[in-house]
């Protein structure tokens, strides 16, 4: 166990639709990161948040946001949902940028 | 810009032999490298990382890895394995502000 906290594990919904996945770091991590796991994508980053503020920003879709709250969980909103959009959403969080990075278990989003 | 290649997508052998995952990198700062490990199912587990110090790196469950700046490599060895080393190997660099890069994965199947 990681420490890192993911829900839900599995999703399932429609083409069209919105979805928030939500992730709580490790006690005492200010960093969180998603990354988005596919078949033909393989492990692909997001975005960062560090202590609320967004740090950095990957291959992200406009379709998708992230935020960081101030007790520093995080959630990854995906709208207006397409099939290619089905995939495990990884969440993993660190003390600092940089350092070593903690996964969850990660969400299983299935789009049909 | 940094990249990974992981130069076998799948490496089958027998239980209690050695084996060797290869991990080439590319990178135009300092690098951070980890090895994560997937079990059918569940997230991704840190095996070990190198951030600095003795190229040779010592990880959980047996596995360690050797940096060699010269080669850009950083391949991941275990003298003996065993069945419930079957899963999914991950190599990653960390870029200057955190996120990981990762390889395509090499998928260790260990047979009786």
């Known amino acids: 166990d990681s420490g890192v906290t993911q829900t839900p594990k599995h999703l399932i919904t429609a083409t069209g639709q919105r979805v928030t996945l939500r992730c709580s770091p490790r006690?005492?991590?200010?960093?969180v990161y998603w990354y988005q796991q596919s078949l033909d994508q393989g492990l692909q980053f997001l975005i960062q948040y560090y202590n609320g503020e967004e740090r950095a920003k990957g291959n992200i879709l406009e379709r998708f946001s992230a935020q960081q709250f101030p007790d520093l969980h995080s959630e990854l909103n995906l709208s207006s949902l397409e099939l290619g959009d089905s995939a495990l959403y990884f969440c993993?969080?660190?003390?600092?940028?940089?350092?070593?990075?903690?996964f969850g278990p990660g969400t299983r989003l299935t789009v049909l | 810009a940094q990249s990974v290649t992981q130069l076998d997508s799948q490496v089958p052998v027998f239980e209690e032999a050695p084996v060797e995952l290869r991990c080439n990198y590319s990178s135009s700062v300092s690098v951070y490298l980890f090895w994560y490990v997937q079990y059918p199912n569940q997230g991704l587990q840190l095996l070990l990382k190198?951030?600095?110090?003795?190229?040779l790196v010592k990880g959980i469950n047996g596995f360690e890895a050797e940096f060699n700046k010269s080669q850009t490599s950083f391949h991941l060895r275990k003298p003996s394995v065993h069945i419930s080393d079957t899963a999914e190997y991950f190599c990653a660099v960390s870029d200057l502000l955190g996120k990981l890069i990762f390889g395509q994965g090499t998928e260790l199947s260990v047979k009786p």
């Open positions: 006690s005492g991590d200010l960093s």
């Open positions: 993993a969080s660190s003390v600092l940028p940089r350092d070593t990075q903690y």
């Open positions: 190198y951030l600095s110090g003795s190229t």
